[in-house]
């Protein structure tokens, strides 16, 4: 058991622990993305597969705590990280000198990651924590977008959600230990294709509902 507390909170341990949680996070954002492609569909074709995930309940309520739980490591991981690496800071002069190729994803990763939490739990609010009596999650959503605010809120949070993602896919694969030349220009073109969908995927929908309202 004590080797288990010295590696999780080792800086080794937490890297990987923010790497495992953060693939985990691609995976639901890819699910997730598929189902809410069927938006497209119309409100027939969306509502039959929120019904058909609702039909599957216990294993939707199983993945729910599993994404809780990811998303509080996630979270609490990443906080001490940034908290440790500003105090380890021996002066400003040697922060900005340092760090030649790094990317905007890189710099701004605890930014756009707090920003992200927030969204999520905007997000929740307008979604999930609804009264659902009486209409239908198309409805919902595509209530929620005839707002011209709120398509907005959503299209600048996918794009900070793609920045996020872009150095994080590849970056998580490099902690754990995929870095050999030969592989890591492929992780990252797939990590650039990754972002780019999530951006594009996820960012257009709230304006093609919007166009059609
Ligand atoms: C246009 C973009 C998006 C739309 C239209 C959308 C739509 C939805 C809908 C309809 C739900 C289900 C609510 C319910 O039935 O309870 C949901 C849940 C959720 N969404 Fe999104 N979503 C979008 C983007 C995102 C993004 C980018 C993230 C993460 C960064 C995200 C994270 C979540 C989470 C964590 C849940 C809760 C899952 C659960 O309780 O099973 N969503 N979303």
């Known amino acids: ?16 622990m923010m790497a495992i949680t953060g693939l985990g996070f691609c995976l639901f954002l890819a699910a997730h993305l598929a189902g809410n492609l069927t938006i497209y569909g119309g409100r027939q074709a969306f509502n039959a597969y929120a019904d058909h995930l609702h039909s599957l309940e216990p294993l939707v309520k199983v993945a729910e705590f599993g994404l809780l739980f990811f998303a509080a490591v996630h979270v609490i991981t990443g906080l001490v990280l940034f908290y440790q690496n500003f105090a ?5 002069y040697a922060v900005t000198s340092s760090a030649g190729g790094r990317s905007i994803g890189s710099r701004t990763m605890p930014y756009t ?25 198309y409805d919902i959503v595509s209530g929620a977008f005839e707002n011209p ?11 900070v959600a793609a920045i996020h993602v872009s150095h994080g896919f590849w970056s998580a694969f490099q902690t754990l230990g995929a870095n050999h030349p030969k592989y ?4 990252r073109g797939v990590g650039l294709v990754f972002s780019l969908l999530v951006g594009l995927g ?7 509902l919007l166009a059609v309202s």
């Open 1 to 16: 058991m004590n080797w288990f507390v010295q590696t999780v909170t080792s800086s080794v341990g937490k890297k990987a």
């Open 88 to 92: 380890a800071r021996p002066s400003r």
């Open 113 to 137: 990651g707090i920003f992200l939490l927030g969204f999520v739990l905007y997000h929740l609010l307008n979604f999930h924590f609804v009264d659902k009596t009486g209409t239908t999650i």
């Open 149 to 159: 605010a709120t398509v907005a809120v959503y299209v600048c949070a996918m794009i």
């Open 184 to 187: 890591m220009p492929l992780i």
């Open 202 to 208: 996820f960012g257009l929908l709230p304006v093609y």
